[in-house]
């Protein structure tokens, strides 16, 4: 069971837009800064989001991500077939139980 | 560009320790900003971070792992390292290494390596 909440799966139509929500506490998302992952089949993860709404070089704006309180909301606009992909958010969790980097299940995401 | 590559056996037998490198290229492992870290997938689930390391040494483990690993790191290869022992089933995944800025994102991923315990 991971420390960080996020719903199993979300689906929208291409061209639509969707939000992915992430849940934690104050020993992770509510004191530190939250980070989005892309990882598509088969590939290793790639940063879509850090410190909670930035995007790196070469991320379209079509990504954004927000953060409020214990959670943390990544948001896709515009959507396209090759979003397809699961996505994890992450922090750093003072907890002793924990401590460490804690990330989300995962979200598949499905563009009909 | 910034390259990490993982190496390392793709099979490790149940007890035994499971140990991998990660080589820098493109960059120093002794750029005083970054930590570089361990993080696995199993099959067909999450991601689970194992540990990160500094250029100097100074570690963070997952608590849930941190008896069974050690990590180091060699400025002069460019290269870090992870051990896991006693090894089993549960242990088989996909093992990425990655950069992280100071103990945040995790912004450079390797491609991954499956490492299967299995005799």
């Known amino acids: 069971q991971s420390v960080l909440t996020q719903p199993p799966s979300v689906s929208a139509a291409p061209g639509q837009k969707v939000t992915i929500s992430c849940s934690g506490s104050s020993s992770n998302i509510g004191n530190n800064d939250v980070s989005w992952y892309q990882q598509l089949p088969g590939t290793a993860p790639k940063l879509l989001i850090y410190?909670?709404?930035k995007r790196p070089s070469g991320i379209p704006d079509r990504f954004s991500g927000s953060k409020s309180g214990a959670s943390a909301t990544l948001g896709i606009t515009g959507l396209q077939t090759g979003d397809e992909a699961d996505y994890y958010c992450g922090t750093w969790d003072t907890s002793l139980s924990a401590g460490g980097v804690v990330f989300g299940g995962g979200t598949k995401l499905t563009v009909l | 560009q910034l390259q990490l590559q993982e190496s390392g056996p793709g099979l490790v037998k149940p007890s035994e320790t499971l140990s991998l490198t990660c080589t820098v290229s493109g960059g120093s492992i002794s750029n005083p900003n970054y930590y570089w870290g361990w993080i696995r997938q199993p099959p067909g689930k999450g991601l689970e971070w194992i540990g990160s390391i500094y250029y100097s040494g100074s570690t963070y483990y997952n608590p849930s792992l941190k008896s069974r690993v050690t990590t180091s790191v060699d400025t002069s290869k460019n290269q870090f390292s992870l051990k896991l022992s006693s090894v089993t089933a549960a242990d088989t995944a996909v093992y990425y290494c990655?950069?992280?800025?100071?103990?945040?994102?995790?912004?450079?991923w390797g491609q991954g390596t499956l490492v299967t315990v299995s005799s």
């Open positions: 990655g950069r992280t800025r100071g103990l945040r994102e995790i912004g450079y």
């Open positions: 410190d909670n709404n």
